[in-house]
């Protein structure tokens, strides 16, 4: 059964450093999202993306993130300068249509940010 | 805005004893609901998602879950439960006006499965 990958599982970062945050979902999915948890917190919405360009994004998504689609197959989230509150579990997540629509949206095992 | 409430933070159970993970939400809309669960070291899994029609939806593994709207619940139930239960489980509801993609979690439940 297709999944959604994440890359790397585990990252260690000093405060300051640019992170990014690699994810390939299910191939034919033309919806992708990011959501972050931080330790004994809620999973919260970060962004979603289609064609492209940013859909909708949450009050967290500040100018220090970045999302993009390099190639057909990698989406990325890049934080430019990390604080200690980013440390999180980062997961990415795909969908084939809008989740708009109650589309179920897939869900990759996660990237664990730790930032120093 | 929708929030989700997760009453139950952590659920101890013995194996073949019935549950139910409770799950209320609130919303200024009609919303979708869903609950997912995640296992160690993996991602969130659908288990089931309640759309529209009938208000009891079967899912994955012998879950099912009933919506109640006027009591604003999606409470999840299997009722007898494996050792391979064992994981965090998370109700989510996502906007039905179609304002929105996001989902709103809750803060997730984690069930045990004793021997």
């Known amino acids: 059964e297709p999944e959604v990958t994440q890359t790397p599982s585990h990252q260690v970062t000093q405060m300051g450093q640019e992170v990014i945050l690699r994810c390939v979902p299910i191939?034919?999915?033309?919806?992708f999202y990011w959501y972050r948890q931080i330790l004994g917190q809620k999973v919260e919405f970060l962004v979603s993306?289609?064609?492209?360009?940013?859909?909708?994004k949450s009050e967290i998504f500040d100018d220090q993130f970045s999302v993009e689609r390099p190639d057909g197959s990698n989406f990325t989230l890049k934080i430019r300068s990390t604080k200690l509150e980013d440390s999180a579990m980062y997961f990415c997540?795909?969908?084939?249509?809008?989740?708009?629509?109650?589309?179920?949206?897939?869900f990759g095992p996660g990237t664990r940010l730790l930032v120093l | 805005a929708q929030s989700v409430t997760q009453l139950d933070s952590q659920v101890p159970v013995f194996e073949e004893a019935p549950v139910e993970l409770r799950c209320n939400y609130s919303?200024?809309?009609?919303?979708?609901l869903f609950w997912y669960v995640q296992y160690p070291n993996q991602g969130l899994q659908l288990l089931l998602k309640?759309?529209?029609?009938?208000?009891l939806v079967k899912g994955i593994n012998g879950f099912e879950a009933e919506f109640n709207k006027s009591q604003t619940s999606f409470h999840l139930r299997k009722p007898s439960v494996h050792i391979s239960d064992t994981a965090e489980y998370f109700c989510?509801?996502?906007?039905?006006?179609?304002?929105?993609?996001?989902?709103?979690f809750g803060k997730g439940t984690k069930l045990t499965v004793n021997p």
């Open positions: 997540a795909s969908s084939l249509t809008s989740g708009r629509a109650g589309e179920t949206q897939y």
């Open positions: 191939s034919n999915h033309l919806y």
């Open positions: 993306f289609y064609n492209n360009e940013i859909s909708e």
């Open positions: 919303s200024s809309v009609s919303v979708y």
């Open positions: 309640y759309l529209s029609g009938s208000t």
């Open positions: 989510a509801v996502s906007d039905n006006g179609g304002g929105s993609e996001k989902l709103v």
